[in-house]
């Protein structure tokens, strides 16, 4: 099945880490014979459009997509709206998007930056191929305070 | 009737405390031969749409959520995302999502987090059981400040 | 034509005050041979299912729906997505739906609370008469003020 | 084309300015032979469905909302219930409405507040007469600053 | 290809500089055969059916909205309905729009917000005609913080 998966990669001009080659590395690495298709727009906003015209026109089973996100309000409500679309085009498509964005102002300096960027993308790309190839998987672990970006919390134990 | 109803449970691997444990304890003591079904997901975006396979793909007759929820202002606002879409799954299957969220700044320690994300599932499990079963049951409690997450607090005194 | 009317009452368990009773109240006094169904639900979430099940299953004219809100920011937010998803559902059965909500922060003491919340219970409920019944009576009141929980502040005069 | 236009007028009990008085008058007087309906509901957020009413069931060739908006976060937070409905209302017929609001503090004083809503819904009670009828007339000034409620501000001087 | 383009352009008269005037220079200077259909509505309200309007029946291949954002909560939230609107349009009509918003408090002068302006013009109208006509040209500048308004930020380095 993972041999004739087609997965759809989204990202942006805005964003300052290309988070598309960790993607398609984990990507590789997991499902070496998937199809891989790849659409750059300048912003998140854009990015809605795009993962609708790779899961219809260009049949992706899946797709991630990569946003970048400033500091201020209004990139934070832009943020909303992006999102909010990208909820309707997988309802509408009935496949699953893994959203990831990173906020300029959730690092203090451009280095914590990065390695948040890259640390998000590859676990999502994780993410992704297992919610298409083996779904189920994902329930042992449940609740296990799994982390994008950042280390693992891990659970809270049972008071 | 109950014998044959069949529930849906979306959790993740987010969250920190693994809440369909009480979820499906609930679920199988009130209504023992119901059919659970499971899914867990990264977070709270990748919700809506396991929700909607679960209703319209597994045929589930009601499908109770369980959110994780950061502290910070980009937390809220995916919260809202993911409850809006939410919102959208019900008015296309006209069935009941009970959307059940722990908010990690709404506890000052893991303990007392682990606490209100305990109560919490578990009374929407149970409330999930009597709208799918015998929602009338509910009418009775109009009104009288029953809480989840917390003891409940009781209705006003009319002054 | 007020004879055949059939209203749906939405209302919670998270309610602190009984607000279905006000309105029942109101609907029987303007509306004696109004047909009067009533649903209740555990919060403000759950509200837009249930009135749409009344307006498109039970085929009521019209609904009011009754929600309370806490003080924090995730609850105005759930106010947010409640709220909308009820415009889906006015604009999709092209029935008047009348949603009240009491926030929990908007009076200092439990007594003024509950006055609020029957003032506005009672005040929208024969809104919702009005407006299925003889819906041209409103504006001879347009531009006048009126208040819903509060005393009306009427119009403004002219400079 | 103008004498046979049918224009929607919906505003609420709620405002503490009879804002359709002023509309009427500038329809009048722009176009005299238009055929002028109007519906008065409570409040903001139950001006939607008014106007898909007046564009559908009416059918009116365009509608102008007159909303009032008070001054808290929850206020704001209907404000954009209402408005985000409105759009989808304008998309779902494919028909113009003008969607006006008045908010509470955005004036200092009564009088001022009276001001402004006379002037918003005078100003754009013309730009919905132009939208209908000649829209091409609105290029001209594009980037003009022109403010409604407000005097214009005018275009920013190239540096 | 480029020769048969059509392209939509919405704009304001509530904006404070004549974004179109720097969007038609340069979709004339990469597209020189393309046609160019302009419509200027009041406010950013008023642009999502302006930009439904010219994707359906005029059929635009692709349309850029050019809005103008006072500095106030309302203000941001009348942002976040537009922006969520041309989703919608996007959405439904499977082509691209490319929102552009000015934000009257994101310069301290007035030559600084129109040096703004029409830098994010000019760059946007320039994506369009790219996504438009070579989409795949954007994928080289992914990830590497190109910045409309403003100078380009750069690619963070990898640490």
Redesign the interface.
Known sequence: MVNTLKVGVV???????????FVIEEIVRLAPKAKIV?????GI??I??AA??LL??ENCDGVITLGW?GP???D?????????????????T??????V?I?ED?AKT??E???IAEDRARK?AR?LII?LTA?EE??K????????GHPD???????
Do not use: C, W
């Open positions: 990202d942006t001009t805005f964003s300052r880490v290309d988070m598309s080659k790849r659409k750059t727009v300048p906003k854009d809605p459009l609708l015209q219809e026109d996100v201020s309000l209004v934070k409500l832009s943020y909303v709206v992006s999102s909010m679309a990208l909820q309707l085009v997988m309802l509408r009935k496949k699953r998007i893994i959203d964005t906020h959730e451009e280095e930056l990065y390695r999502h993410n919610l779904p994902l329930t672990f449940a609740g296990k305070g799994l982390r994008q919390v891990g659970p809270i134990s049972p008071p």
